[in-house]
């Protein structure tokens, strides 16, 4: 099976501007999970969505937004972006929830000037 | 609150040396345990996972990890390290209520040829 692809691999945004980043998940897989890492913050849960609703949050704040579509592909929104939110966003995706077993996504390096 | 401790952020070991990093979790009860390893510029890659049963579980590439419930640690080790080892390690929990992934803050392995 294919692994978990997210595109684009890098980007580089100014400050005030949005982002959307996109993930495919494992063939099957219907959990889909996102993380922000950061040097200072560490690894950070953002949110899970499975079968297209959104089934867990973590603490970001609600300029980051998400979707998943019928296919398991989702995507997640940054808009009103801050130097804050440089970082290394992760996807991750499971069969069933976060308790699985889930298979990361070589992530996408977002640079905020 | 849930939270995932790795008190070492750097450690240094010789080629063939052996190997533990140390992982210390806080919640009520026993969560599910998972360590993954990030090469530089990589996803993350699952080494092993516990969810119960034998409290001494077998990874890939050599891994091993005890879940001790009493210590509230799930240490990873590893009896002779390779070169290709250098790399981050992660702890994570998942804990239902609703289900989530901590991380620990990660342990930066450097092996010495």
């Known amino acids: 099976k294919a692994g978990v692809t997210q595109t684009p691999r890098y980007l580089i945004k100014t400050r005030g501007q949005q982002v959307t980043l996109s993930c495919s998940p494992i063939s099957g897989h219907r959990s889909v999970s996102w993380y922000q890492q950061t040097p200072g913050q560490g690894l950070q849960f953002l949110f899970e969505?499975?079968?297209?609703?959104?089934?867990n949050k973590g603490n970001f704040p609600g300029r980051f937004s998400g979707r998943q579509f019928s296919n398991s592909r989702s995507e997640m929104n940054v808009s009103t972006l801050e130097l804050g939110d440089s970082a290394l966003y992760l996807c991750a995706s499971s069969p069933q929830g976060v308790t699985d077993t889930q298979y990361f996504g070589p992530g996408t390096r977002l640079t905020v000037l | 609150a849930q939270s995932v401790t790795q008190p070492d952020i750097h450690i240094t070991v010789s080629e063939g040396a052996s190997l533990e990093l140390r992982c210390n979790y806080s919640y009520g009860a026993t969560p599910y345990l998972f360590w993954y390893v990030q090469s530089p510029g990589q996803g993350l890659q699952l080494l092993l996972k516990y969810f119960s049963g034998d409290t001494l579980v077998q990874g890939i590439k050599g891994f091993e990890a005890e879940f001790k419930r009493s210590q509230s640690s799930f240490n990873l080790r590893k009896p002779s390290v390779h070169w290709s080892d250098a790399a981050e390690y992660f702890c994570?929990?998942?804990?239902?209520?609703?289900?989530?992934?901590?991380f620990g803050t990660g342990t930066r392995l450097k092996v010495l040829a």
């Open positions: 969505y499975f079968s297209e609703t959104q089934r």
């Open positions: 994570a929990v998942g804990v239902p209520g609703p289900y989530k992934y901590i």
